[in-house]
T-cell receptor, first 114, second 110 residues
Framework: SQTIHQWPATLVQPVGSPLSLECTVEGTSNPNLYWYRQAAGRGLQLLFYSVGIGQISSEVPQNLSASRPQDRQFILSSKKLLLSDSGFYLC?????????????FGAGTRLSVL | GQQVMQIPQYQHVQEGEDFTTYCNSSTTLSNIQWYKQRPGGHPVFLIQLVKSGEVKKQKRLTFQFGEAKKNSSLHITATQTTDVGTYFCAGRAAGNKLTFGGGTRVLVKP
């Protein structure tokens, strides 16, 4: 069966520090991968998605970036965190064409930028 | 771009009562999905609707896709404390990515 792992679960970082969040998927190949951010009590904002290694689409201009160095690995990064980067970051995967399928979410990372 | 709106944003329900949450899209959808996020958890897929006018049931939950495929609803009967959480709809226009609504946060009063 397929599983998705995200780490760390929680993170407290000072303003201006770098960020690296990692997400890996097991049990499937060539998944579509997504990074979402959720502010407290709010909806899901799609940040990035990827349909293959090295292929990244950005949905919202920001100081974050994403990379997909391996088929089942998706990394969210920042060189300098802002206060507004605080939130709940969720990685998700889906299989097949973007047009049809279900997204499976990881447990998420709660980021607090102080 | 495609927008998906959900109402209400918050729903306070007395345990045992019924309620409905609504999802409206600015564009015609090829399908719509519903997810539930428990407090402190991550969204979990509930169901997908594809056909115009489709109705699906999961125990006390009834999901409906509108005839014009631009809206959907989730109706919960006899609400229980286990129903607490945020319910998201997510709509997909043909060939496009999934767009999530803002969610309906459900609080149950025992």
């Amino acid at each position: 069966s397929q599983t998705i792992h995200q780490w760390p679960a929680t993170l407290v970082q000072p303003v201006g520090s770098p960020l690296s969040l990692e997400c890996t998927v097991e049990g499937t190949s060539n998944p579509n991968l997504y990074w979402y951010r959720q502010a407290a009590g709010r909806g899901l904002q799609l940040l990035f998605y990827s349909v293959g290694i090295g292929q990244i689409s950005s949905e919202v201009p920001q100081n974050l970036s994403a990379s997909r160095p391996q088929d089942r690995q998706f990394i969210l990064s920042s060189k300098k965190l802002l206060l507004s980067d605080s939130g709940f970051y969720l990685c998700a995967w889906s299989s097949g064409a973007l047009a049809k399928n279900i997204q499976y979410f990881g447990a998420g990372t709660r980021l607090s930028v102080l | 771009g495609q927008q998906v709106m959900q109402i209400p944003q918050y729903q306070h329900v007395q345990e045992g009562e019924d309620f409905t949450t609504y999802c409206n899209s600015s564009t015609t959808l090829s399908n719509i999905q519903w997810y539930k996020q428990r407090p402190g958890g991550h969204p979990v897929f509930l169901i997908q609707l594809v056909k115009s006018g489709e109705v699906k049931k999961q125990k006390r939950l009834t999901f409906q896709f509108g005839e014009a495929k631009k809206n959907s609803s989730l109706h919960i009967t006899a609400t229980q404390t286990t129903d607490v959480g945020t319910y998201f709809c997510a709509g997909r226009a043909a060939g496009n990515k999934l767009t999530f609504g803002g969610g309906t946060r459900v609080l149950v009063k025992p």
